[in-house]
């Protein structure tokens, strides 16, 4: 049965800002998905609020609304558009629950829309417990013993009959959120209430645990005549207990018999036709006893997910493209495998290799965070990597987290070892270094003992490497094992240098094979390649044509999709030139490495023994290290060391940018200033370091991370106490760094592109919170809104001055701090920046495109730059941000100079006010109608923010506030109810807002003791998703916002017009 | 650790670790299932084969004797990248060891796979040597006198020597005889669950011999080697048609399909694995098969009353036949799995029909 006729026009929903358990693999999906519509000759609509992806480009859909994924945008977009279909199994767990909103409050029905790919049914039978269940035990499947909660008393009475350990999985919530284990009674009653918050339907299914079994997943497809196949079995490398997505995981499984694989692969099967998913994607996630071999059946997802991400990448298989095709009518036999361009797509993949896929996560960037892994995801990225045997793509996976060059050594510490974590894998191989037997290992991490003998054969491989000549023979084992040239080096108390020369020498280097989807059974023409040492070097064609684009590695807070959208356009626009792209990269969510973006994929770590490795193979006429972020970057003096030839800026205009010196140097005489700063490792030199910076100025000690214990000092009194107090932190090794700090500064982006001959100003974004915030955490908006047009100017000129005298070619991103019309300089960065993606929307600046042309040597008169002017954008927009603060319940809400979003938003309006309110509102931020406001303002911001307080009355809301601050307000006509400090005694203004009658809280501190005491505050606000405003300004922007939605007038708007 | 060379008759080499066994010579073939090594070596349908597995990693769930497919293993020989030995569990490499079939890991598989899907199935020997030319000079007459022996009615060697009866499961079932050219046990545990009795015969058992049972039906099993080399079945098939309904399994098929007036040709490295897409052409459904084939019926060859029913989506060879006035159908794939999907096996449910019809 062909295509479907009738569809012509779909709207796919996106998944909205990243978070943890959402993040760019439904860019990846969702842009696969559209390509295959559009090429189908569909009009596609797409709906997503998140700038910095791929799909929301204007050139992968027919038209692209950058709204909120909210019902009543959705619903405007619907009447204008008028599609036939919506498809709401692309865009994750948003997209999903979205699809069901808009299906509940007859918004589909109303405009005659139908939902393709799954429908509500279906979509609540696989997410409702109860009905999944209940679908399970008819097909004879088993599930874990468990009871939906939906009130506390009731809770206690099933924790009672199911007996501890027990799981909590709150409905309908993505990543587990809100879930976890609970050991005791006292520890479930805390998460019980939490995570009946957390529930958008009060509902939490409390199951027995499966702690310590074996966990799978099979990633599976059907279409509408019934044909199935599993495109990638899966195997946890971490037991059950721990968040799939927080686990190691393997593809494809390495652990199970014949017969215990094909029992689950019957089972999957009818799982899908008892929830009846006509055709599609789904997984299904399984536990196994390792004893008993009892299997049960821990989830369904009805849609492309993460992991059907990791399979596409794992496999070849384009899972999403296809779910996509299967949705408007094709069946599986009428497409043809992309990969080997011969045979079907109903097929299962074959693999003659082994993948890992490791989390990265960032606890420390929380701290007071606990490096604990449990049912509720906390990490924020991945690396995949492809080897011959577990040991060599394993080892492959620790060096692509970019922070390990294989299992480094650490202090072992054996209560580690029971309890997982981000570093228990390091525990685990430490301990057979300490000789620990396995099954003692074993005991105490119950990983798979299959596993155990992997990691326990690459330590002994470790100790014959450091017990013996290495000889030819032995560095071969020991690359076929996976280990890094660097590693071997640590292990030979050499450098790794020479061990590169070493293998050279002696002929010892990667070949690279194909991911071929059928394990070498058909020819197969795509280029989609990784290393390894278990096959012989290939040569591969020369070119002339050829460039390499290093990607941006695993997704982290501050490195993230907004630069694997600079690589994807970056390829695209070297592809218009004529250039032949070789992409490098290990990140398995992205687009960058969709095996059709890039002419060649080369999965791989992005260290520079790999880079090195692959850019000896294909030998390249240039490599782009400026799209990628600061992962690329940091290569550059092992490339050009290699005699690699990069493009754009040169070495010498990188190292000036990075070194604090040289660059102040260059800034002067450009109308810059740069703030100054100092180190000092004990008292005495610390005032006079204060003296040459003034006052008021900024201390935190150089190695503790996330902005704790960094205080603003306003006098030389406060400096001695501060350092009196953390004189135990302060030392010559560890010294402390003094800023001067530019107090209620307004801080500005700009973004340069510069040419041989040319130059341009991709846009100026001005932050919407103070100086202080790190600049990926602040809001931003553009046009600007504050700063005086001749300032304007002046940032315009002086940026494209210092682009000139650094002698950029390509990409340059200015972080500048405006106070009393001085111009200071924060930093400058030669490469594509976290706005780009976000300008090129907002301004239509094609700003990767012109970078690329820059760095390719493009004159100006090939260009018609006219073209590019940012400020005749005719819409405002705003970035908004997105915190994870509800994963880590021990960290603090507080922004401040280090970076904590996982991700960002983009309002678009007509106005500032109809931009900040799409904005807040696709950054999660409930802006709400009415009911009550609670104030806790410092002295100098009650006065600031006394018409927003009379706004917020006007508006009807109640206002209650600290003592202080009810006073002022009532002294100045605004009525406010006094409520307790926290140590004032109960009922305080926590109390207050953990009983849920607060709606909004409005809280601006200062200093470290205020900081701490109203810790308490923002932590209740993020645990009962109150919305909590911390500044000033963002406090002003958020009564715009509230004015506007009340006023209800507002539209969307489509980025081609 | 000791050096093992696969040396194929084209010349190509490659070079391993010797783990256990002796020199060995077989045609060489590689199957992509990821699983199911024990199945593998137990089937006899590989009878006289060395086997390379394209999955990297083996051995690593450990051996049962209830996933034996027959009573021995057949393989000549087994190649994979690596081969699970650990003090905890080497135990798939001592069964192989105990049964007298050489290992090789750590040579390059993909590039041996791909050998063997441009140069085609070849015969080629497993040897350990200290060098590439002493293996090499061990491998000539390996290989030449594996030649010589010419083309062999292989059924006839992993056949059963006599009858065997086995019972069925279901009373009201229908009795059903088996000719076995190298049935896999799991064809067997398929038809018990469905039959009141089961008599095995031997490959070259007669159609009298057969009638004088009085089955309700004649299932003819898969098997190892050329279809045009086995003898007497041919024969034995086309008595038996239009008398008793009749089900064919791989070698099976193909039999029948010669018997039915086809040819058979020999595949270029043939089709082992247990992700291969079959149409049934009646239906439109489409499931993954486990097959392991290395001849196909050639569709041209078929006329009057034979229908091609199922067929090969990767590369459009004839999967299925059927002939209605003489009440049978075969199928090129193994619907009885072991290894791979059970999807199919509805295919011995259909049999069951056809011989209550």
């Known amino acids: 049965m062909p295509r479907i006729e009738k569809y012509k026009k779909v709207i796919i929903l996106g998944s909205g800002p990243i978070v943890i358990g959402q993040a760019c693999e439904f860019d990846y999906s969702g842009t696969q998905a559209c390509k295959a519509l559009v090429s189908e000759g569909l009009e596609v609509i797409l709906v997503n609020s998140n700038p910095a992806t791929i799909m929301t480009d204007p050139d992968i859909a027919s038209r692209v609304y950058i709204e909120p994924l909210e019902k009543e945008f959705l619903e405007k977009i619907i009447a204008i558009e008028k599609p036939d279909a919506i498809i709401p199994t692309l865009g994750g767990q948003t997209a999903l629950n979205l699809g069901l909103e808009l299906d509940r409050t007859g918004i589909l029905k109303k405009y005659n829309v139908e939902m393709i790919g799954a429908t509500p049914e279906i979509i609540k039978s696989a997410e409702d417990r109860e009905i999944f269940n209940q679908l399970l035990r ?11 909660v939906r009130e506390f008393k009731q809770g206690l009475q099933v924790a009672e009959e199911i007996g501890f350990p027990i799981i909590l999985r709150p409905n309908y919530t993505l990543g ?17 209430a939490r995570a009946l918050g957390e529930s958008p339907t009060s509902e939490v299914l409390v199951e027995e645990s499966i702690l310590g079994w074996k966990e799978y997943e099979l990633e599976v497809m059907r279409d509408s005549s019934g044909t199935f196949v599993v495109i990638c079995s899966i195997e946890n490398f971490d037991p059950c207990g721990v968040h799939t997505g927080d686990s190691i995981t393997i593809a494809p499984q390495q652990t199970l018999s014949e017969s215990e694989y094909q029992d689950m692969r019957d089972e999957a099967r009818k799982i899908l036709d008892a929830v009846g998913l006509e055709c599609g994607g789904a997984n299904i996630q399984f536990a ?51 990969i080997t361009k011969s045979t079907p797509s109903c097929y299962e993949p074959a693999l003659d290799y082994v993948v890992t896929k490791i989390p990265r996560f960032a606890f420390e960037k929380f701290i007071g965070s606990k490096d604990e892994l449990s049912t509720q995801m906390k990490s924020v990225g991945e690396v995949m990597s492809i080897g011959r045997t577990f040991k060599e793509s394993f080892q492959k996976a620790l060096c692509s987290q970019e922070f390990a060059d294989g299992f480094t050594e650490v202090e072992f510490d054996k209560a580690m070892l029971s309890s997982p974590s981000s570093q228990r894998l390091y525990q685990v191989a430490q301990a057979f270094r300490e000789g620990l037997e396995l099954s003692e290992v074993e005991r105490l991490t119950m990983i798979n003992t299959w596993f155990l003998e992997q990691v326990r054969d690459i330590i002994v491989t470790e100790q014959k490497i450091a017990q013996n000549e290495l000889s030819p023979e032995l560095l071969l084992e020991a690359k076929r094992c996976g280990f890094s040239d660097i590693r071997v080096a640590q292990l030979k108390g050499t450098d790794s240098q020479s061990i590169r020369s070493l293998r050279k020498k002696e002929g010892i280097l990667p070949g690279y094979l194909q991911v071929d989807t059928c394990a070498g059974e058909f020819a197969s023409e795509t280029p989609y390649f990784y290393s390894t040492y278990w096959s012989e070097p290939v040569a591969i064609p020369a070119s002339d044509k050829r460039i390499v684009i290093i990607g941006s590695g695993p997704n982290r807070i501050g490195q993230g999709i907004e630069f694997d959208y600079c690589c994807v356009r970056g390829v695209k626009q070297l592809q218009k030139m004529g250039y032949e792209v070789v992409m490098i990269n290990s990140n398995p969510e992205t687009v960058s490495t969709d095996y059709d973006t890039s002419d060649q994929l080369y999965f791989e770590p992005l260290n520079t023994e790999r880079v ?29 060391a290699a005699g690699i030839p990069v493009l754009g800026s040169s070495m010498e205009t990188i190292d000036i940018a990075e070194d604090r010196s040289r660059f102040s140097k260059v800034c002067e005489g450009i109308g810059f200033e740069v703030p100054v700063s100092g180190l000092a490792s004990d008292a005495r030199q610390a005032s006079s370091c204060a003296e040459l910076i003034g006052y008021p100025l900024i201390c935190r000690p150089s190695y503790v991370l996330g902005g704790r214990r960094m205080e603003v000092i306003e006098n030389q009194e406060e400096l001695a106490r501060y350092f009196s107090k953390y004189a135990a932190d302060i030392s010559p090794s560890t010294p402390c760094f003094m800023d001067q700090f530019l107090e209620g500064a307004l801080e500005i982006d700009v973004d340069v592109v510069r040419g041989k001959d040319w130059s341009l100003i991709g846009g100026v974004i001005e932050h919407i919170e103070a100086a202080g915030v790190h600049s990926g955490d602040s809001m931003g908006v553009i046009p600007p809104q504050r700063l005086p047009s001749d300032l304007l100017q002046e940032i315009e000129k002086n940026c494209l001055a210092l682009a000139e005298k650094l002698d950029v070619i390509g990409h340059l991103n200015v972080q500048l701090a405006v106070k009393d019309d001085h111009l200071y300089i924060i930093e400058a960065n030669p490469r594509c920046s976290r706005t780009v993606p976000f300008l090129a929307k907002a301004a239509n600046v094609p700003l990767v495109d012109l970078g690329i042309q820059a760095m390719m040597g493009v004159a100006a008169t090939d260009l018609d730059l006219a073209l590019y002017d940012w400020r005749k954008m005719n819409v405002v927009c705003v970035k908004g941000v997105v915190f994870p603060f509800k994963k880590f319940p021990e ?23 109809e931009a900040l309110m799409k904005a807040f509102i696709s950054s999660k931020v409930k802006l709400p109608e009415n009911g009550e406001v609670f104030l806790s303002l410092r002295e100098k911001d009650k006065k600031v923010l006394l018409p927003v307080a009379q706004n917020l009355v006007d508006l009807g809301f109640t206002l209650s506030g600290t003592s202080g601050t009810a006073s002022f307000l009532y002294e100045n006509g605004v009525d406010c109810i006094p409520v307790k400090k926290v140590h004032e005694g109960r009922p305080h203004c926590v109390d207050r807002i953990r009983s849920g009658r607060v709606d909004l809280v409005i809280n601006t501190t200062s200093g470290r003791e205020a900081l701490e005491a109203s810790f308490s505050i923002r932590r209740s606000c993020t645990d009962f998703a109150v919305p909590c405003i911390t500044e000033d300004h963002a406090a002003e922007a958020l009564m715009l916002a509230m004015n506007k939605k009340k006023s209800g007038l507002f539209e969307v708007y489509p980025l081609q017009q | 650790m000791t050096q093992g060379y696969l040396v194929l008759e084209s010349g190509g080499i490659f070079k391993g670790n010797w783990l256990v066994g002796e020199n060995a010579v077989g045609e060489v073939v590689f199957n992509t299932s990821h699983n199911g090594y024990e199945e593998i070596a137990t089937d006899p349908s590989y009878y006289g084969q060395i086997m390379v597995m394209c999955a990297p990693q083996q051995g690593n769930y450990g051996v049962d004797k209830s996933f034996w497919e027959s009573r021995s293993l057949w393989i000549r ?105 190298g049935c896999k046990e799991n064809i067997l545990r398929e038809l018990i669950k469905r039959t009141s009795e089961v008599m095995v015969y031997p490959a070259r058992t007669s ?11 004649v299932l003819l099993s898969n098997g190892p080697g050329d279809p045009e080399n086995v003898e007497v079945a041919v024969d034995t098939i086309k008595e038996l048609l239009g008398q008793k309904p009749i089900f064919g399994i791989c070698m099976g098929h193909q039999l029948l399909g010669r018997a039915l007036g086809g040819k058979t040709f020999k595949l270029k490295f043939g089709h082992r694995g247990a992700n291969h897409p079959i149409k049934d052409l ?76």
Request: aromatic share 6%; charged share 25%.
């Open chain 1, 612 to 640: 090195l490795d692959v850019l000896d193979v294909v030998n390249p006429k240039g490599v782009v290290l400026q799209l990628g972020g600061q992962t690329p970057l940091s290569l550059v003096h092992d490339l050009v």
């Open chain 1, 138 to 148: 008819q097909v004879g499947a088993k599930h874990t013993r468990s009871q939906m």
């Open chain 2, 207 to 217: 159609a009298s011999e057969i009638l004088k049972w009085n089955p309700d039906g």
């Open chain 1, 288 to 338: 196994v006893d390792p004893k008993t071999k009892k299997r049960v059946v821990i989830e369904m997802n009805p849609r492309v997910s993460r992991s059907s991400a990791l399979a596409s990448k794992a496999t070849g298989f384009p899972i999403a493209k296809i779910a996509a095709l299967l949705a408007i009518g094709y069946q599986l036999d009428e497409i043809q495998n992309d």
């Open chain 2, 282 to 357: 009646q239906s439109g459904e489409v499931f993954m098969t486990s097959q392991n084939h290395g001849y196909a019926i050639d569709q041209d060859s078929l006329s009057g009353n034979v229908e091609v029913t199922h067929r090969n989506l990767n590369d459009k060879t004839v999967s299925g036949i059927r002939s209605l006035p003489d009440r049978c159908f075969s199928v090129q794939f193994h619907p009885e799995s072991h290894p791979g999907p059970r999807d199919a096996d509805a295919l011995f449910d259909q049999f069951v029909e056809l011989m209550q019809s």
């Open chain 1, 891 to 913: 960290a603090d809400s507080i922004l401040g100079p280090e970076m904590k979003s996982t991700g960002e938003s983009m309002g678009r309006g007509s106005d500032y006010s």
């Open chain 1, 176 to 192: 587990g959120g809100g879930g976890g284990v609970a050991f005791s009674k006292e520890e479930y009653e805390g998460m019980l």
């Open chain 2, 77 to 181: 020989g087994f190649i994979a990248l690596d081969i699970q030995r650990s003090p905890e569990n080497s135990q798939w490499l001592d069964r192989l060891s105990e049964n007298g079939v050489p290992a090789i890991d750590g040579l390059d598989t993909r590039k041996l796979v791909l050998a063997l899907r441009e140069g085609g199935t070849q015969v080629g020997a497993m040897v350990s040597a200290t060098s590439a030319e002493q293996a090499k000079e061990k491998s000539v007459s390996l290989i030449n006198q594996f030649k010589e022996q010419g083309n062999k009615d292989w059924a006839n060697e992993v056949t059963r020597k006599e009858a065997q009866r086995v019972q069925g499961a279901k009373g009201s079932g229908p009795k059903v005889a088996v000719l076995d050219f």
